[in-house]
């Protein structure tokens, strides 16, 4: 049946039902980052079967690391307030 519909579609013959499984998991795992429940969703009881999900994008890659280096400037910038503020309470 699903060979069919695929003809119907004009899908390629890669394209297999465990794709849709594949993709519905991949898109949990990234919207929800949040590991147990896609595991609960898919029926996997470890997290080396989860690994087949997570597929980092460039972008999440690049936003890490700006938020990072954003928080690392927060922190400096909140640490030279704070001494600041001793200064002018002496």
């Not at 849709?20 to 079967?49: C, I, P, W, Y």
């Not at 001494?83 to 002496?90: G, I, N, P, R, Y």
Request: with cysteine; hydrophobic share 40%; net charge positive.
């Amino acid at each position: 049946m699903f060979r069919i519909a695929r003809k119907k579609a004009g899908l390629p013959d890669l394209v297999v039902l465990y794709s849709a499984r594949h993709t519905f998991g991949t898109d949990l795992l990234d919207e929800s980052k949040n590991m147990a429940v896609t595991m609960k969703a898919m029926g996997h009881g470890s997290t080396r079967m989860m690994m087949r999900y997570q597929h980092p994008e460039y972008v999440d890659v690049a936003r890490a690391a700006i938020n990072r280096r954003n928080a690392a400037n927060l922190g400096q910038v909140l640490v030279k307030r704070s001494k600041l503020e001793v200064k002018q309470c002496a």
